[in-house]
């Protein structure tokens, strides 16, 4: 557990276990404890790098906006810092996509990228779920202390006090538009997309997400190298932490792919 200088910023990381280095992002507001409960599961067949992201947990904010871009750039300079070349990343939320532009921008620095309830285009959210993250600022930040992640951030952050701040940054990206479409079309790196059957993201945008990994990744039998698992009874807040996750994503991450082509 240590700190990489990387970007300008003092990104905090953990390494647990031995084996084939699998790199997990955590989603929003949250930190490298989002894991906690898989994380015996993980590190009993992987060496796990899980680490805080702009902002979170113990990494401190810096003047910069947060951007999937910027953080996908920590990503990848943590990964050149700690000399870990042909990563497996997994990434929930926020933090898939941080994961899915780190596959974008360095598809060289990856073996595999698993996303889990992860959109590629902002519309992917459900419409509801869109208005809650537009009214995302540091009122709704007043309204969330007491919760359990705002005791969480409180314990572990550098500086409290910019609990406020973080939810006003984070609302500022998540009102920004996107659309990722293309750039998953094209993508070489195996990925895997999970999503709950009660995720904050429609069947619909699933199928659309598969079906644009599908039209890049097909092996030599002519089967996608792309994975969607559907876990059922679970929802988009505790998908990350059900045993259910594990046991999805192992198989994939052990599995020969042969290249498409």
Not at 13 to 21: F, Q
Not at 102 to 112: K, M, V, Y
Not at 246 to 252: T, Y
Request: charge should be neutral; charged fraction near 20%.
């Amino acid at each position: 557990m240590s700190y990489a200088n990387v970007n300008g910023l003092r990104l905090w990381y953990e390494v647990h276990g031995a084996g084939r280095p699998l790199v997990l992002l955590h989603g929003g507001y949250g930190s490298t404890e989002m894991f906690a409960p898989v994380l015996p599961a993980l590190t009993a067949r992987r060496q796990v790098v899980a680490l805080d992201l702009q902002g979170h947990g113990r990494t401190a904010d810096v003047d910069r906006p947060l951007r999937y871009e910027s953080m996908a750039e920590d990503v990848a300079a943590l990964l050149r810092h700690l000399g870990l070349p042909e990563v497996d990343l997994l990434g929930y939320s926020l933090g898939g996509g941080v994961a899915l532009r780190t596959a974008i921008r360095h598809p060289e620095l990856l073996r595999r990228l698993v996303l889990v309830s992860t959109p590629c285009r902002r519309g992917g959210w459900y419409p509801e779920v869109l208005a809650a993250m537009a009214a995302q600022d540091e009122r709704a930040a007043e309204r969330m202390r007491g919760t359990p992640p705002y005791e969480l951030y409180t314990r572990v952050a550098p500086r409290p006090q910019d609990w406020p701040r973080l939810w006003a940054k984070t609302g500022e990206l998540l009102r920004r538009d996107y659309d990722w479409s293309a750039q998953v079309a094209a993508l070489t790196v195996p990925t895997m997309l999970v999503f709950a059957d009660a995720d904050s993201i429609p069947v619909g945008h699933m199928a659309e997400f598969f079906e644009l990994l599908r039209a890049g990744h097909r092996d030599g039998t002519d089967r996608p190298t792309a994975r969607l698992a559907v876990l059922p009874g679970l929802t988009h807040y505790d998908v990350v932490g059900s045993p259910a996750l594990p046991a999805a994503v192992l198989p994939f991450l052990t599995h020969q792919v042969r290249p498409p082509g």
